[in-house]
């Protein structure tokens, strides 16, 4: 950039100078609001690619189940929620289904409730759950799902408790509306 010599008052006229001065740092302030427009553009897209290409990654929602159970020593009962952001959702469409973890078995209720899935597994011996899975399916389908959106977003106000699951894909944390005593029958 050349240096421009400013014209002296002496020189000229004092509102000529005032003007091209103003016309000046006018068109700096175009010319660095421009550069500074582009950068975050820019930047935005660099990150863009960067996490599209660097993705984790996720565990499937199952393997977490699993792990949990298996990592609390098996309890009587549990309930969780479990972001699906965080899981590969691999267990759509269940709803009530049986679910073995180590030398038990449980009955898992699930459902999806955004932005949560929501696990509730009681160890139970193993036995056909097909009915019971397709009626707790058309409840879903008859209320168009609206009650299980307003628990998740109720859930995202209410939940008081976490918990890091260490799985094979990596730490996964999931959600308590309290705390459990992991050993209790109810």
């Known amino acids: ?10 020189n000229g006229n004092r509102a000529d100078v005032i ?11 175009i010319v660095n609001l421009r550069i500074e427009r582009r950068k975050p553009f820019t930047t935005r897209c660099a990150y863009l690619w960067t996490k599209i290409f660097q993705q984790k990654k996720k565990p499937s929602a199952s393997e977490v189940l699993t792990s949990y159970l298996l990592q609390t020593g098996e309890p009587p009962w549990t309930s969780y929620f479990v972001r699906y952001a965080d899981v590969v959702n691999d267990q759509r469409g269940m709803s009530h289904f049986n679910w073995p973890a180590g030398n038990s078995n449980y009955h898992v209720l699930r459902t999806g409730c955004f932005p949560y899935i929501k696990y509730h597994c009681s160890k139970r011996p193993a036995q056909d759950l097909s009915g019971e899975d397709r009626f707790f399916k058309a409840i879903k389908i008859l209320n168009l799902g609206i009650p ?25 944390t999931i959600y308590f509306l309290l705390p459990e005593d992991k050993g209790s029958p109810h």
Do not use: F
Not at 4 to 10: A, E, G, M, V
Not at 19 to 29: F, G, P, V, Y
Not at 148 to 172: C, F, N, S
């Open 1 to 10: 950039m050349t240096k421009r010599l400013i014209p002296s008052p002496l």
């Open 19 to 29: 003007t091209e001065l103003i016309s000046e740092m006018q068109s700096r302030i």
């Open 148 to 172: 299980t959106l307003m628990y998740g977003l109720a859930a995202t106000q209410l939940i008081r408790h976490r918990e890091i699951v260490k799985t094979p894909q990596g730490d996964v």
